[in-house]
């Protein structure tokens, strides 16, 4: 770092946000030889939305590119130790790969089409019927209820019209154990190669010299001199934006859209923490995973039936509504009739950074030099890693002169050799029909 001052300091790209996409970013401009900061409002890495991340690693993407990311993004879970590269005093974290099924309810829904590209990518799944489902998942209910409904619904206790068919299983599936934890290890990553991380430190203004950005202004006063300015600001991506000035000059917005994941013991006499997998549920509009103390973590998959709340993302109610509780909890016992409902409410509450078709933007922007890593939706965690890369070369392509928005950089996956279109991310393409336009991507 080339101090200035007290008050100013420089370095080659900044990064507003050390959640997890920030963290990977930070680790590969160092591991490039540029001087990296990391600024964040938080006293922490990871204790911005990710700290609350159910931290799943599927590859169950409705697009072909979706699936490529998530695929690569799984390499750097598996090769964790070696990727971070270093120590860290707090312990690595841990991937459990207990695999994941995704239920199917026809041959024309959702994971059908996501077999179908499994298929065509060579994404290793097993074909589950219903014996295997009551092999594997001996609790789980087979009967059709969709679509989801609302607990006040008149139908939602109807007796089961018809049967799911089966499911897709993808046996190299899983979750992280602490999300927060791998934010620790990308920084820990990132100083090993001279990032600096500064928390509590609140980017109030972003400027700008010679027409592109320059840097950014703290709340304390302290400046930061960059050339780059990295946007992965997580649900106040939209607030960032509006400061660097490129709100409007994009066609794809983000908002914060406020979630609940809710907590309940497992089924009785089960071990869901050994013997658990993830599972997803369009039947029922959930999906679900094994949490700590032998716990079932109950996600949305954001139904239309549920009223979709985007909120302020620096005021919004954080504790558990008993509205969503209940169906959340409700629904899951369609699936897993002996879960049951606990009087005591448990779970957690926080934003997803939602675009307009539910992926992500990975792009720069029409201010030189500043670039985006945001409208993660619910769904990026576990493609850190690779997003880590993809960024990292698309910054240093387009700093080296490459029209990215004509011509757009095409990175090789590390681990796959797969190719990754990064304008198929553009904060100016349409909205893309093929998303489900939900968590699911
Ligand atoms: C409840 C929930 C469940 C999820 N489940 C999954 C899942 O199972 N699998 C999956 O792949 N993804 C999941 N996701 C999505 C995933 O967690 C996010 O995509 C990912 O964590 C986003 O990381 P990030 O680094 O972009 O954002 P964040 O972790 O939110 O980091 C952004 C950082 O920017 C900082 N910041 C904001 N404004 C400023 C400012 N002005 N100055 C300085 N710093 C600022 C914040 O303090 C914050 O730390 C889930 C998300 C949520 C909320």
């Known amino acids: 770092m080339g101090d200035q001052d007290d008050l100013s300091a420089e370095f080659d790209a900044v990064i507003i946000g050390a959640g997890v996409l920030g963290g990977a970013i ?18 922490a890495a990871g204790a911005g939305s990710t700290i609350n991340s159910c931290a799943i690693v599927r590859f169950s993407y409705s697009t072909a590119p979706g699936v490529v990311l ?17 120590d860290d005093e707090l312990g690595l974290i841990e991937f459990h790969q207990c695999g994941q099924f995704n239920l199917i309810l026809n041959e024309d829904d959702r994971s059908s089409k996501v077999r179908t590209l499994w298929q065509e990518l060579g994404i290793p799944f097993e074909d589950w019927g219903l014996d295997d489902l009551t092999e594997r998942t001996p609790f789980l209910d087979h009967g059709r209820y969709g679509p989801p409904k609302r607990p006040d619904d008149p139908h939602f206790w109807d007796d089961p019209n018809g049967t799911i068919t089966g499911a897709i299983f993808t046996p190299d599936a899983g979750y992280i154990s602490d999300p927060q934890l791998s934010c620790h290890n990308l920084q820990r990553a990132a100083e090993a190669s ?15 010299a010679d027409g592109r950005v320059s840097g950014v202004v703290l709340a304390d006063g302290r400046r930061v001199v960059a050339p780059i300015v990295v946007n992965v600001a997580g649900p106040h991506s939209a607030v960032i934006n509006q400061m660097a000035g490129v709100y409007d000059s994009m066609k794809i917005k983000t ?104 992926l992500p933007i990975y792009d720069r ?68 029909p093929d998303s489900s336009m939900s968590v699911h991507g």
């Not at 002169?401 to 797969?418: A, I, L």
């Open 70 to 86: 998530a695929w690569e993004g799984l390499h750097y879970w598996t090769d964790w130790p070696a990727y971070i590269g270093t």
């Open 26 to 43: 930070a680790v590969e401009l160092a591991r490039k030889g540029m001087r990296v900061l990391n600024v964040d409002k938080a006293s």
């Open 365 to 432: 922007t029409d201010l030189d030099g500043f670039y985006l890593a945001i409208g993660s939706s619910g769904n990026q965690y576990k493609n850190a890693g690779a997003v880590g890369h993809l960024m990292a070369e698309l910054i240093e392509a387009v700093e080296s002169g490459h029209d990215h928005d004509t011509t757009p950089v095409v990175v090789t996956g590390r681990y796959t050799g797969w190719e990754m279109d990064v304008g198929f991310y553009s904060r100016n393409r349409e909205v893309n």
């Open 255 to 358: 908002r914060a859209l406020r979630h609940e994941v809710h907590h309940v013991p497992a089924p009785q006499d089960y071990d869901f923490m050994a013997n658990g997998t993830v599972g997803a549920d369009d039947d029922t509009g959930i999906y679900f995973r094994p949490e700590t103390g032998n716990n079932v973590l109950i996600g949305s998959g954001d139904p239309d039936c549920d009223t979709r709340k985007f909120v302020d993302p620096d005021n919004y109610d954080m504790n558990l509504s008993q509205d969503l509780w209940e169906a959340q909890v409700l629904r899951a016992n369609r699936r897993i009739p002996t879960l049951g409902v606990p009087h005591e409410k448990k779970g957690v509450v926080d934003l997803y950074d939602v675009s307009d078709d539910w």
């Open 194 to 208: 001279g990032a600096e991380f500064w928390f509590n430190a609140e980017v109030t203004s972003i400027d700008r």
